[in-house]
C-alpha cells in the first residue's frame, strides 16, 4: 500500500507568531490547535491532503480566535473555514495580486 501525501504546509504565522504543524495519527478528530503558550496545530495524516489543508486554515482560525479574544464559536470557525477557502479558491487573481 502506498504512502498517504502529506500537506507541503509546516508552519502558519499568526500576527508575529509562528504556529508548527505536526502531522500524526489522530484517534479522535481531524486536527487541533493546543494553546498560546507553545503554540502548535496537530494534524491527522491520515486524511487527503485537500482536507488536510483544510483542517489547518480551521486550526488557524482557531488560532487566531484564542490570540486576540474573538471568542468565535465552533460554527463561526466552520463558516470562515468553508467561505474563506471558497473565496481562495474562486478569485486567483485577488489573492495574486495580494501576495505582490
Known sequence: ???RKRSTVSEVFVGLTEIPIHYREMDECCGSWNGLHDPVITI???MPVLQQNLTILHETLHAISD???LEWSERDVRTL???LAA???D???LFKALMK
Do not use: I, R, S
Request: hydrophobic fraction near 40%; avoid cysteine.
Open 1 to 3: 500500500m502506498a504512502a
Open 44 to 46: 491527522h495524516d491520515k
Open 67 to 69: 490570540m486576540y479574544n
Open 81 to 83: 473555514e468553508q467561505t
Open 87 to 89: 473565496l481562495v479558491h
Open 91 to 93: 478569485n486567483p487573481a
